[in-house]
Every structure is written in C-alpha cells, then in structure tokens.
C-alpha cells in the first residue's frame, strides 16, 4: 500500500472510531471514549510497525525526558481530557503544585521569543512533569505520544547546547500515524463546529482550571479559549506580532495583484527603489479541498536592506488577502512545498501559522501543511493591478 492509500485508510478507520463513539451523542463521554480508542489503536500500529520494521532502533524510555522541556501544542479536546483525568487523579496537592508550573512557565515564556524560550527550557519543564515522569501519562497529547528518538545521545546535546534546529533522527512511522490521529480529532470537531484550534498546554491548562464547567461550554460551541485575556491562544500572540511587522512592511512596500480564476499573482512593489521587486508570489485556490496552495512565494525581500520579518509580513498579507477573495475558511489548511533548508530557517517559526510537515522529507524537499486563522486583517490596501500580458507561468 502507497502513503497517500496508507493516509486514507488509516484516516477512515479513526473517523469511523469516533462516529461510533459520537453518532449517538455528541457529547463528554463519547469524545473522552473516542480519544482513548484512537490514541489505543495509534500506539498500537505504531508499536506493531517498530516491532516488524525498526526492531530496537527507538531509544526512549522511561525516565527520559529531555523531551519535556519544549512548549507543546494540544486541541481543545485533548485538553479537555487532560482535565477531565486531573479533575478526579489529582490531589490538592497536585493541583497546587499544577498552577504555580502554569504560573512559571507564562511568566517565562509568554510573549517571549522562541530563542528566549529556548534558553529558558531548563527552567520550564513541561507543567505535567514531575520526578522526570508525566504525571498524566495515560491521556498525555497525541504530539507527547509521537515522539521518539533514534538517538538518546541527539536529545541529550539538543537540550545541553539548547540548539531547537537541532536534527534529531525520529520514527516516521509514528509521526505518520499520531498526525493522523490528530488532524482526525480537528476534522470531527470542526465537523461538529467546536472549536479545534491548537493551543500552548500550559494556556490551555488555565482557561480549563479557571472556569465553570469547561466542557459543556466548549460542547455548547463557545470559544472558551479565545474569551479569556489571561490565556491567549496561538491567533491571538500572532497577531500582536504581525500587528508591528504589517505596518513596517506597509511603509517600505506595496502589493497589487491580479486574479485569474482560481490563481491570484502578487506584485510587490518597493517604494524606496521606485519599482517592482518581486512578481514571483502565486496562491491557488483548490475548491475541492477549500485550501489554499502556496504555489510560489519568492519576495526576494532578504536582497532588502533590514529585510528582517519582512518575508513574514509580505506572506501573512497575501494569504489573508487570498482568504478574502476565496472565502476560506476558519482552520482551512495551507499547502505549500519548499527546500528543508527554508523550512527550517522560515517555515517552521513562523508564529501566524501552524505550519506542519505532512509528508516525508525527501533529499531536499518538504510538503508543508498550514492552517489558517481568521484574524481582523486589513487587506483592503492590496489593490487589482493593471491588467498585464498574461499571468506568470507556474
Ligand atoms: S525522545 Fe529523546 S528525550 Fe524523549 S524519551 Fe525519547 S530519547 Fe528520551
Ligand atoms: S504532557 Fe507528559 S509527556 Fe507530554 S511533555 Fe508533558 S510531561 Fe512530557
């Protein structure tokens, strides 16, 4: 069987795990069930799968956590079944102990760089860890349940040197399958129009613990994790980085574009040299899957002089621009395939976006998959260029 026959097959056999779970009632107890089952039967493909093919080749065991010290990302319903265990396994104690780690890690890492927060990893462990052991081992995340390591060595320098791009040899076959196992949960609640948007666990942690009944409000369809100032999610950081970048990219350059069909080209213009400096900026719009491909994004801004999150503000412009001309919607997915090296020195730290590799890598390249979120961009100041020749060839 191909990986994309692979993808499909294992991407029905969880949907069909959580409609016979949550068919009958959409409700607590068939989203906790449904998780369980799903994450049961990812951990054992993926164990089936080491033990035919990568016998003795993963490296973590119990009691080893360097990988607990990174900031993870969890759904809304993940969450949700992380508290609904620490509501009835946690003793005071544990629950005291819980909000002063929350405390701490915002206090270290809220707002702050991912370089700070690099630095800062080993005194911000993941809240959950205690003795070097998770404290909620049996319904840890889906992204928790991924890791592996080829190398016990790799992670130790990793969190020694502090170095985040640093290459750490992983189980694919796991990352396949917990990915899998994720974009399943955000499908179905998308589906059931409740919120799926990732967000940090120690702010996910917090809204939980700081409000009245959590579940059933996040059941009834309400945003339980945007309402509140003291845990802001993901969007709500991105736009107060996007909300300096915009505007000092808005100084320095335009963009105009020019439509045809389901293909938009950008223009950008710089006003400091009087001229077009990039034409090379091309989204498609696919109506079949209601997502947006990045066919080709070359600002050629790192020629610019202080060029720094320029790149970013020219690509959160044109998607937000993109989004409005096609109505795409809230958690719609972002297609996009660039070299490893520009991955890794701008895909992947990119804050506006959730940018996630969902094939193999291969020699050079990578298939990267984003999600959009709907923010209040102003997009208005991207006017229809003058009609040219015909577009540019892709
Ligand atoms: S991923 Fe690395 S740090 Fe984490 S358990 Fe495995 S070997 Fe240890
Ligand atoms: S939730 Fe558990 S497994 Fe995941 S990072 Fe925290 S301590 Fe580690």
Redesign the pocket.
Known sequence: MDRTNAEDALKNLFIQITSAHLKPDFSQLGIKAALHEIMDLAASIVENVHETQEEDRVECKSGC?Y??Y?Q?KLTPAEALLIFSWIDTAFTDQDRTLLGERIQNNRLLTEGKSLETRVRVKKSS?????QQE?????PV??L??RSWTSYSHEACVDAFQSGNHNSEIETSSSSNFVYYLARETVRTVCRYHGVDSTPLE?PRAMDCCLTNKEPFTRWLGGEHLFDRLPACRNMEDSTFSFMDIQVPAFLDRFSLSYQQDGSCIEYFLYSREKEREISTELILSYSSHSKSLNVSKFYPELYRETIHKYMSAACLFLIIHHAASVFGIHRDSFIFLETRNQVFEAFYSRLKNFDFLIHHDRTADNCNVRGIYHVLPVETSMITAAEPRAEMTAF
């Open positions: 956590s990988c607990c990174n993870i462990p993941c809240i959950f860890l052991k998770c404290s909620i081992y840890r995340p992204i928790c666990l």
